[in-house]
């Protein structure tokens, strides 16, 4: 009920502030386990995809958010911290966890922002849920959200979720794994140019 209460409230901001406009939230399939992976570039592209999402999306995030007074609000939403740089077991377990449940799981494969708006690899363990719990990957384009590379007095934002992608569970060798995030990446990019604003 607080997820949905916050993603109704989130939902007529974005709509008032930024014009959001959501596509292909048909994609997403509506059960079974499902990891959503956007491009990153603003710190509102979590709640933009969460807002936008037909179901609700538990994010992975640097650890650093959740102080107070607002890491007990994220977590509240389902999102869990992760420690960056290191294999964070506890964070991998989590996620694991959160698939195998047949939930929603929200990751930014680039791992980080990108600084100057392009769209970079993805980390090499970015699929590796996917793989161990066959499930469904969404690539998804979040445009328009770095709010600082716009001249528009009232800016528009898209999400577009594109069709999903499925990994069989199987075991993959650090080449096959690479390849497999070139093609979610492609896909990312494929999004970003066929809807840019």
Known sequence: MWYHFVQFMFSIIFKIIFRLEIIGRENIPLQGPVLIASNHVSLLDPPLVGTSSSRPVNFMAKEELFTFPLGP?????????????????????????????????????????????????????????????????????????????????????????????????????????????????KNIGNLLEKYKI
């Open 73 to 185: 609000i994220y977590k509240s939403l389902g999102a869990f911290p992760v420690k960056r740089g290191a294999s964070d077991r506890q964070a991998i377990k989590t996620a694991l966890g959160l698939l195998k449940s047949s939930q929603v799981l929200g990751i930014f494969p680039e791992g980080t922002r990108s600084r100057d708006g392009k769209l970079g690899p993805a980390e090499p363990g970015a699929l590796t849920f996917a793989y161990k719990t066959g499930a469904a990957v969404v690539p998804t384009a979040v445009i328009g959200s770095n709010l600082a590379a716009r001249q528009s007095f009232w800016p528009k934002i898209r999400v577009v979720f594109g069709a999903p992608l499925y990994f069989p569970e199987q075991h993959l060798d650090k080449e096959q794994i690479e390849e497999k995030g070139k093609e979610l990446m």
